[in-house]
Nanobody, 122 residues
């Protein structure tokens, strides 16, 4: 299993970024996937989750209305469109595979990538 994130960077408050998560080594279309972010101060924080067919998505209250999760099961890739970014969104963002049988809320995941850094600053 391999998960590789990309798309992070430095952006001004109010700006946008689109993160990607390229998956390989497993049948991507069978698994729910999530985004998690982490800072040294707060530890891991679940951001969003998406079901295998993308029929169900969930968001943390802190990002609801600003972030959009999606996936392309042909390209084996998941995305996170982040708009109206705030300084408090600064974190290392990583994608993770939800353990089979668990929900989208980040309670259990079994593989994750190295992460991509997002920094929101003027």
């Amino acid at each position: 299993v391999r998960l590789v994130e990309s798309g992070g960077g430095l952006v001004q408050p109010g700006g946008s970024l689109r993160l990607s998560c390229a998956a390989s080594g497993f049948t991507f279309s069978r698994y729910s996937m999530i985004w998690v972010r982490q800072t040294p101060e707060k530890g891991p924080e679940w951001v969003s989750g998406i079901s295998p067919s993308a029929s169900t998505t969930k968001y943390a209250d802190a990002v609801k209305g600003r972030f959009t999760i999606s996936r392309d099961n042909v390209k084996n890739t998941m995305y996170l469109q982040m708009n109206s970014l705030k300084p408090e969104d600064t974190a290392l963002y990583f994608c993770a595979r939800v353990t089979m049988g668990y929900g989208l809320g980040g309670q259990q995941y079994d593989y994750w990538g190295q992460g991509t850094q997002v920094t929101v600053s003027s």
